[in-house]
């Protein structure tokens, strides 16, 4: 039986999805099960195989079966038909940007990253800085390729492949606008937490214990523990497909929040991956719709649901049951007030939800004006240094505390910022719409059940893959665009108690 | 700069191997950490990675430059030439049987698996027969197809693809001696340890305390941890390449020796697999050479080291200590006898040293009549236990304690079982040769100095990867090829003192 050329060209992506499946549990076991000394057959693993997905992207025959496909298209379904859009649209991404290039920054990155681990540690800039310039001119020149395929300012580029679709200018006015209430909202967080006692908990607690409560929540949030794993890591993440996803957390003896929040960001991921349409399981249309959607599902877990009075209604008895722990340290409302603690900081993994937002919102700023040129990769310190006690009112004492923090720029990943703060208004956007079109999904979180949560999540986000683009799956699900008031809206009512 | 066709077919052999690996690490994932609802997923994984592996064999640029290479190999040096040697046999493998017949070996094996664990539930082979006659008549055309390349009978191909070069002609004198005298030296053994009082021990060891242990007996033993793993599974095994090698044995609380010896025998195969020559890493030469070798270096370590008095003296404080024990049971002596203790069973899988080769010798014999045709598959369990009762002298009960004990035929492993019974033989040599030429090897023991020995069977086993014939191999490292009467000698002076 001959096979259309629609089938032909599915059988191809599926090839490249089932590779991509096991590069996911190479980079998990590296992080969390490989002996230290094996990290060169891992290096050379994961580059062959991410050469075989290019190499099935790059050859004759894709092109020319995806041709004849989009030729014929109408005849498909529409969820045919968007398949085909999102393999078009990996393909760009597999031809546009020529293989010395790749191979080029692939080198630039490795020594950058090199370089990075030392600075931070020496406190000097100057030895990392020639190879940050490199990896900034190599994705320059890469944005450059996209952008001409894309019909987009190279910025543009960079953002589309983590958030496909977005631009620019559409962020700038959602920013600008937080960038100018945020500030204020955080002084009067700050001033009205002064008021409001909180207990410290002094008690050490294992970490075999929270791991313990780790797995229990997630088996009430209905992580299905038949086809996924929680572990341990450096840095909490989600890795794996719908049918295999492993998430780690990191759990310190004196802060438990910080792994159970972390337990819940990455639930947060592993849910939306477990609800894509099994359908289209290994298909392109079938994959997720970019890191902002991954992100706000993360942070409706971990943030609108999980650092709220109502989650740890539920979570509080659980907690003290497990950790034998008992005390008004462990009330509800006590363990929601230490979850909720607004403070200004260096740090961006260590900040609260309402400074986080600030800390990324700067990032981007720098980003953006990087690829415009008006600023300069040798001048990164000073210009940080500076917006940061713009933003903050103090300045970084340390690279560590300042530029060098994260690991994104020396990895060449610029685009990427943003999505942590896309992800957080689109959260805030989705929250909103559950509290007034189905507000027993978190009336009934006090009592553990989270199934009318996620049974919305599932209908409103997670079935549809990639079938629609981001700003039509916000638009079918809150009813309107992004829109960053919601955000301020939610933060007030949370940390100021207005509505 | 262009390159040498030797080089490009090294580039693609390389590629090969870094696919296995891959597929090593999953197997493992599979065993030790794998939800498991994601067998499907898993087995897609193997299936595309092993279509990758098999697609570059196939291909016709490596065929055209295999013949290119050894138009001209003479101006190769001997390694070379031995790794193109050693690609000529993989690409045999690869391409002699045709694709049609190893996709439905594949089905039927898949579907015998099935039916074979319901027939040890149900102790009925009834509906078993048809799948496992499927199984053998598609294994014999593969023969067949393997039998004309190589030049030997349909037999001999199953054996070659374990054993390179291994023929049944020169098993069949060796193992006919050793049923001649093996079960007359088991009698004498029960009787002469039925005078020799041992103490039981009755504690119940935590599974913790045992890997503990375990991991100290390996780090003692050179295990190189930087590199390596162990963890726990049903069956214990071995998984990687010297980059990369993870173990697993299986602790019962109730019989601590039989997880210790695990973990000597399968580090018995890694330490093999780390030594091979890192120059080679990744080249058909560097590999092991076949699974006879490989079972040497497992019995060996477990077998004539593990199972002595000189390894007690190591261990038996170690043990005391991690396991906070103390009495006459933790004494050396006992622990020895304890860990030879000789008795007729059922089961391979728990035999002691003695009667394994029994069981071992037993299904080379009905595996090659099922071959010539003077067995039949439907009377299986007929035949089997009449053989079992002439080897050991009473009757299995059930199929499970019976022809059904073992997955191997099911699974369409033919010609493998005899590389467990030739393993031991050849381990008893390598154990005569170091005796002769470096008894510190093992009087260093006691003292838990392993150096000499490792040393040793680095210089005369690990080193050569390939490069050498099986025959060559031994014959080199021993003075001698393979010869049964060691076994015995070895046998008698353990178990009968006598030498």
Redesign the interface.
Known sequence: MKQTPYKLIEKRFE?ID??R??IH??RW?AEV??????N???A??LS??DL?CNSILRSKKTAVLLDRVESTVCNLTDWQQANVREMRRLWIYGNTVPKRLINSLHRAVTKAEVQWRKAVETNNYKTLCPHLERVVDLVREKAHHLAGKLGCSPYDALLDEYDPGRRACEIDPVFDSLKTSLPGLIAEAIQWQEGMPVLKINAEIPVARQRELGRAVMKQLGF??????LDESLHPFTEG?A??IRITSRFSENDFLSGLMGVLHETGHAMYDFGLPSDWFLQPVGRDRGMTIHESQALLLEMMIGRSRKFFEFAAPLIAETFQASGPAWAPENLFRLATRVRKSFIRMEADEMTYTLHVMMRYEIEKNIFDGTILVKNLPEVWNEKFNEVMGFYPNTLKQGCLQDSHWPQGYFGYFSTYALGAIMASQLYRSIKLEKPEALDQIPRGNFEPLFGWLSDRVYCHGAKLSTQDLVQQATGEGLNGDHYLSYLKEKYLGTS
Chains 1, 2 share one sequence.
Do not use: W
């Not at 099960?33 to 094996?38: D, K, N, R, V, Y």
């Open positions: 090839r089932t590779l499946s096991i549990l190479l076991d099960m490989m002996p230290l000394g094996s060169e057959i891992r050379a693993q062959l195989l075989e299905p523990f038949e086809k996924g794993r497909t049918e295999d």
